[in-house]
């Protein structure tokens, strides 16, 4: 299993990104698809997670409202739409893939490299 993060980048307060997540060597029908983050010196959190077929979804307060997940059956990939972004925004954010709604990392048996976000005031 193979999940290919990209999209990071450099962007301006107020900015928008979009990461995407292409996934490969299984069928991902019945898992939960993830996005988390880390910042220097702090620890991986949750962002936003969505059930790879109902596309019923839930997010963390910091990023509700700015972020929007989806997923793109036919290319299986899932996506990040970052919009409104703010410094504390900045972080590596990495995908994920697991068998449960969660928001805790351990939950998650597959991950991508991670992408770097950087947002500057």
């Known amino acids: 299993v193979q999940l290919q993060a990209s999209g990071g980048g450099l962007v301006q307060a107020g900015g928008s990104l979009r990461l995407s997540c292409a996934a490969s060597?299984?069928?991902?029908?019945?898992?939960?698809m993830g996005w988390f983050r880390q910042a220097p010196g702090k620890q991986r959190e949750f962002v936003a997670v969505i059930g790879w077929s109902s596309g019923n979804t839930y997010y963390a307060d910091s990023v509700k409202g700015r972020f929007t997940i989806s997923r793109d059956k036919a290319k299986n990939t899932v996506y990040l739409q970052m919009n409104s972004l703010k410094p504390e925004d900045t972080a590596v954010y990495y995908c994920?893939?697991?068998?449960?709604?969660?928001?805790?990392?351990?939950?998650?048996?597959?991950w991508g490299q991670g992408t770097q976000v950087t947002v500057s005031s």
């Open positions: 060597g299984r069928t991902f029908s019945s898992y939960f």
């Open positions: 994920a893939a697991g068998p449960s709604f969660s928001r805790t990392p351990t939950r998650y048996d597959y």
